[in-house]
């Protein structure tokens, strides 16, 4: 079975370029997550999805980062505009409801010069 | 109160030693503690988990050891071998889940 697919792996961009993250969540998963990981703040979740509906949006740094869920198969984490200290590796992971186990996917590692 | 505080925040084992991770939480309504492995260049992946009405779960080499009443659980890993390095992550959940800082592992061959 596929894992959580995540797009780009890696992604290179310039300061105030918009940057978008892609995430396809195991199928039958009705549960979605973006986390960040960096070496200072370790892993820290930014939004979680329920059936397509955003349930906790606390963790987004700020306006600059986006984060839909259009269908049950598919969601981005958009920056706009992105910066330096953005520069991170993104974690979208899965999880049929409330069951124990989330399913990571391998990650975006986002530089941003 | 959310946080979940993990030591240390790297170990260095011999090969056939024991690893010992240890994590603390203070939120009593967390109700289910699992542990992650994280190997370089790949995303976490579950390793085991145990719910706070058990005191000790094994799955083969790794074993989470729980004390509900100091709020405390460990990751055991017995016989370790070089192929156990990695980023081991505990984590606690309430309707999400927090994640401790994480321990780098290596076990020396």
């Known amino acids: 079975d596929a894992g959580v697919i995540q797009s780009p792996r890696h992604e290179v961009t310039e300061m105030g370029q918009e940057v978008t993250l892609r995430c396809k969540p195991i199928s039958g998963h009705n549960s979605l997550f973006w986390y960040r990981q960096t070496m200072m703040r370790g892993l820290e979740l930014l939004i979680y999805?329920?059936?397509?509906?955003?349930?906790?949006d606390s963790g987004m740094p700020e306006d600059r980062f986006s984060a839909k869920m259009p269908n049950a198969s598919f969601s981005t984490l958009k920056i706009q505009p992105s910066e330096p200290r953005d520069s991170a590796v993104y974690f979208c992971a899965s999880s049929f409801e409330r069951q124990e186990t989330q399913y990571f996917g391998p990650g975006t590692r986002l530089l941003v010069l | 109160q959310q946080q979940v505080k993990q030591s240390p925040q790297s170990l260095i084992v011999q090969k056939g030693g024991i690893s010992i991770i240890n994590c603390a939480y203070e939120n009593t309504a967390f109700d289910y503690f699992p542990w992650y492995q994280q190997f370089p260049g790949k995303g976490p992946a579950l390793l085991i988990a145990i719910r706070p009405d058990v005191s000790e779960k094994k799955e083969g080499r790794f074993t989470i050891s729980f004390n509900k009443s100091a709020k405390q659980f460990s990751l055991h890993i017995m016989d370790s071998q070089p192929g156990d390095s990695a980023t081991y992550f505990c984590?606690?959940?309430?309707?999400?889940?927090?994640f401790g800082t994480g321990t780098r592992l290596k076990v020396l061959a």
């Open positions: 984590a606690a959940r309430t309707a999400k889940y927090i």
């Open positions: 999805f329920n059936n397509n509906v955003p349930i906790d």
